[in-house]
């Protein structure tokens, strides 16, 4: 494949993240670092320019501002058809909320299928945009996550910490 992939890195409060597209929509988005963190090769051009990536940028600064709580971006994932069932399923669990492992499995017709499941969401090309930081063990645990359990920890206290906020203002 001789897809020309054009990136930028972008700092977020929980460290630096490589911010790829295609031209048309973001292909990923991975925290420095993290396991499965792609090998930037000739393909690869910077391009601070990019439209697609200031605006999965300025999202971002909006997501860890607490202002924004849905991503409204193209994302163009590329996996397997499993790979991208899992993610489509990842991608609509709702901001603030988790499921288990299990429950994906269920979600995407497989009760058996957890363990692929996991492996897939382990392979999320697009960390926050697919936020595979929501899955968790059966018992509610962190576990798994390609940017570090810290990450996954500070993402799910973000999105708590905005909803408790909101619940506030609304019972004010």
């Known amino acids: 494949m001789n897809t020309v992939v054009y990136f930028d890195r972008f700092e977020t409060p929980l460290g630096a993240m490589l911010l790829a597209t295609d031209g048309v929509a973001l292909v990923g988005a991975w925290f ?8 930037i090769d000739e393909r690869w051009q910077r391009r601070r320019d990019s ?27 590329a996996g397997t058809a499993f790979q991208r069932a899992v993610w489509r399923e ?3 669990v709702p901001y603030g909320e988790t499921i288990a492992y299990r429950d994906l499995a269920l ?4 009760a058996a299928a957890i363990r692929a499941a996991g492996a897939a969401t382990g392979r999320n090309p697009l960390s926050i945009f697919v936020p595979c930081h929501r899955i968790v063990g059966a018992d509610g645990t962190l576990t798994g996550y390609a940017g570090g359990l810290d990450r996954k920890r500070a993402l799910l206290a973000l999105e708590r910490e905005r909803i408790v906020v909101d619940d506030a203002r609304r019972a004010a």
Request: hydrophobic share 45%; proline share 5%.
């Open 32 to 39: 420095e670092g993290q396991r499965f963190f792609p090998g």
């Open 51 to 77: 439209g697609v990536l200031q605006r999965a940028s300025a999202m971002l600064d909006e997501y860890f501002s607490g202002t924004l709580t849905a991503f409204d971006i193209a994302l163009a994932p």
């Open 90 to 92: 990842i991608h609509a």
């Open 107 to 110: 979600r995407i017709g497989s």
